[in-house]
């Protein structure tokens, strides 16, 4: 039969569908078997035949048919399992119900009346298949998720046969161990299987099947209550699928496996159709919405057992029922985490390499999804985070997170991208060797749209970050707490700055310290003590390498005595606010030195109109997203208890401070308010006080600064005078063989402001990743114009 003929039937049967008013009977064949069994349409063909408002129709007109239909094709996925779909018939049959139910249940999901509908038992249904008892029947989501399991280690369907059969000896699919078919070499698995491009098409089918299972989540609204778990991850990712194991492994290896430059020969994606990256996008899809869990409300999933023979570490605890968050944690082995790291680094670095070699590699979509799991690794398993850092292999992973945050800065769409590159920079930089690594100098030539310097990786870091903060879109301002907070957890092991990044940080207090910045929003100081807390960082720990930063500070030392003289009388604030009104621009471009970008860059670009977004749910505060740690002379870390802080130093809001209420004594201020940019704030109804400013004005940590001052100016001055210089590199040979030593104050402890797992970043991660996967998924558009709740779909 022509596939023209097999559409035509296969609308038929819809149309009949539609129009039927009566229940059919769900053992009437020969109307059902019309929907799979003779027809060969493509997951494309379904969706075209098979439109919206036909299935809304049938769901609320005829709605016994619809539950008939979802049963039927289920039955169908079941058989197909239970038999080992040894024949093209059978294959053809499962692959047809898949690509229905992909098609249908976001419209079950849609509606809160079907929602429960997949967790009811079919009558008859038992799970021996025999008429037997019904209480021992299975929920029609669990027999579907189990059937999903078992296709996907399928001989001959989705896993190469490992007997050279014939049919009388086919594997039976019940007997095999799918331990022995694991899809990629990587983790626990040394045998790489020969590619075969019909397994990874079936594969593919069957995880969107899979993913649209699992998409029920983007049909309820963002909650802070953590109760709500995906009840169709938490069934397959327990102990009642026995293919739990292989398959995580499985997704994994696929993903970090895969080499998109096409076997390491430039252009040879050109050559051939790649038929491994959607399966590749699929896995990676699949993976981290298995691995959606909140940390924050259980026992940490990370152990830290011996080391054991297996991939996964034996040790007690147990640690959590999502079997994929538990296997995940408890990776170990050095191999391991060496094939993971690499993997994850080559296919973040594929879009670098484009902009040197153009065409040279196949360009992928997928970085979101990878820097979700990326995250998901360290904040589940400690191990693979301090591996990460062991070495400057995670330079590898800091380098394309910062071309990503360079090159979305300015488009609004892609606000998401830059939350979960600042976050993964947040939650590294809390480990010392992080900030040990940037010292590294930095020669990749990556073209970026940023001043060309000289340096290291921490150069590199702050030249971006200034980047982001004076000319990003205005939506990232929420974010220059965590910007500024990366670079103080740094700044204690930073070696040497470069001239051009020293003059940034210089232009952003400058920028941040104007008095109309200062009052016009309630929590705008605080920007201003992270940057003290970094020049106190390098002048007390990292004073010697950094004659840059000393020459820039004493250059711009009026900023600091401004700071130091800073006003308090309502007048003048009142007279700031008002000169405020005339400057639209949030942060001045002027003085900062601009500098020539680097060759081959193209400026960031805003989004393009009519590009789709969606929504985000705001992000908790810094000081809910962090907790303090104090370094001692070893180098270990100690959790601070919020009221031990010595408070003149404190630059921002203790730990214990409750969220309506600002760290430096105002009168409880509504969060969004807080949250609100410094422009739109002064509609609100908070404002600035004499009393206000003086609380914090008084513990501004400037005597370090003004002793550096005291000390060198007279002395750079007299180098001035009496050899004439106008020639800054003779006063940097000075600063680099002056000291300071015993005229500072005593050096102030380390403090650093390490990232903790809360409820407000699990759903923000959990909102984030959907609205990753919906805008992904256009081809077919699986949840494309569907009732989703947990975020809104909006056009730029």
Not at 305 to 317: E, F, K, L, R, V
Not at 365 to 371: C, K, N
Not at 643 to 670: F, K, Y
Request: one cysteine or more; hydrophobic letters at 40%; proline letters at 6%.
């Amino acid at each position: 039969m022509g596939n023209a003929d097999s559409k035509l039937n296969f609308r038929k049967a819809v149309i009949q569908l539609t129009t039927k008013t009566q229940p059919v009977e769900a053992t009437d064949d020969a109307f059902w078997d019309q929907f799979w069994a003779d027809t060969a349409t493509s997951v494309q063909d379904v969706f075209a035949l098979v439109p919206a408002a036909e299935i809304r129709a049938v769901r609320e007109e005829s709605p016994s048919n619809l539950a008939t239909l979802c049963y039927k094709a289920v039955e169908k996925l079941v058989q197909g399992a239970e038999s080992g779909c040894h024949t093209e018939k059978e294959r053809q049959i499962v692959l047809n119900c898949s690509r229905l139910l992909t098609r249908i249940l976001p419209y079950i999901f849609e509606d809160p009346d079907w929602r429960g509908f997949f967790w009811s038992t079919v009558p008859g249904a038992g799970r021996g298949g025999g008429d037997e008892d019904d209480e021992n029947a299975r929920p029609l989501a669990e027999s579907l998720l189990l059937a999903i399991a078992d296709l996907l280690f399928c001989p001959d369907f989705t896993v190469q046969s490992h007997r050279k059969s014939t049919v009388d000896t086919a594997e039976d699919i019940h007997s095999i161990d799918s331990c022995e078919y694991i899809w990629e070499a990587g983790v626990g698995f040394a045998h790489s299987p020969q590619p075969n491009y019909i397994h990874d098409l079936n594969r593919t089918e069957l995880l969107k099947l899979l993913l649209t299972c699992f998409s029920e989540a983007m049909y309820l609204p963002p909650s802070s209550d953590n109760s709500n778990t995906n009840p169709w991850v938490q069934f397959f990712c327990s102990t009642e699928n026995r293919h739990a194991l292989p398959l995580f492994t499985s997704l994994l290896n696929i993903v970090c496996a895969y080499d998109p430059v096409g076997y390491g020969i430039p252009y040879n994606h050109l050559l051939f159709s790649d038929y491994r990256e959607p399966l590749v996008e699929e896995a990676a899809q699949v993976l981290i919405v298995t691995l959606d869990y909140d940390s924050s409300t259980s026992s940490s999933p990370t152990v830290d057992g011996t080391t054991t023979s297996t991939a996964m570490d034996d040790a007690d605890p147990p640690g959590p029922d999502n079997l994929f968050v538990n296997y995940l944690s408890r990776i170990h082995r050095e191999e391991d985490f060496q094939f993971i790291l690499k993997g994850l680094a080559r296919l973040l670095s594929n879009p670098l390499v484009q902009t040197y070699l153009p065409n040279s590699a196949k360009k992928i979509q997928f970085h979101q999804e990878l820097l979700v799991l990326f995250w998901k690794l360290c904040d589940f398993n400690k191990k693979f985070l301090f591996f990460v850092l062991k070495s400057s292999d995670v330079l590898d992973i800091l380098v394309p997170i910062l071309y990503f945050l360079n090159d979305a800065r300015a488009d609004q769409s892609r606000v998401g991208l830059m939350h979960i590159g600042v976050f993964i920079l947040l939650l590294l930089s809390g480990e010392r060797n992080f900030g040990v690594r940037l010292n590294k100098p930095y020669s990749v030539r990556v073209p970026m749209d940023i001043p060309v310097f000289t340096g290291t990786h921490a150069d590199l870091l702050i030249i971006v970050f200034h980047k982001i903060i004076t000319s990003g879109h205005q939506r990232l301002q929420p974010l220059f707490d965590c910007l500024l907070t990366i670079i103080v957890n740094v700044s204690p092991y930073l070696k040497s700055l470069s001239m051009v990044a020293a003059n940034k940080l210089l232009h952003l207090l400058e920028a941040f310290s104007t008095t109309w910045f200062l009052f016009s929003a309630v929590q705008n100081h605080h920007l201003v003590f992270f940057l003290l807390e970094v020049f106190n960082n390098i002048i007390q720990y990292q004073f010697d390498g950094n004659s840059n930063l000393v020459y820039a500070i004493i250059r711009k030392r009026n900023v600091f005595h401004q700071l130091a003289n800073l006003p308090t009388d309502s007048q003048t604030i009142q007279k700031a606010l008002q000169r405020k009104k005339k400057t639209p621009e949030p942060i001045s471009r002027t003085n900062s030195q601009e500098g020539v970008s680097m060759e081959g860059s193209r400026p960031a670009a805003p989004a393009e109109p009519g590009t789709l977004k969606t929504s985000l749910v705001a992000t908790p505060g810094i000081d809910k997203l962090t907790e303090k740690s104090q370094v001692s002379e070893d180098g270990t870390m100690r959790s601070l208890e919020p009221e031990s802080l010595p408070s003149p130093l404190e630059g921002s809001p203790p730990s214990a401070v409750s969220d309506t209420e600002s760290w430096s004594g105002e009168t409880s201020q509504p969060k969004q308010e807080r949250r609100r940019l410094s422009s739109a704030s002064s509609t609100g109804q908070w404002s600035p006080t004499s009393d206000w400013v003086i609380s914090w004005k008084s513990k501004l940590p400037l005597q370090t600064i003004m002793r550096l001052l005291q000390v060198l100016v007279p002395q750079v001055e007299k180098i001035c005078i009496d050899k004439g210089l106008t020639d800054e590199s003779e006063i940097l040979k000075f600063l680099q063989h002056g000291t300071l030593v015993g005229l500072l104050p005593v050096p102030h402890p380390i403090l650093i402001r390490k990232y903790q797992a809360n409820s407000g970043t699990a759903m923000w991660f959990r909102t984030y990743m959907w609205g990753v996967i919906y805008l992904r998924n256009v081809d077919p558009p699986v949840w494309y114009d569907t009732d989703v709740k947990l975020f809104e779909i909006q056009r730029v």
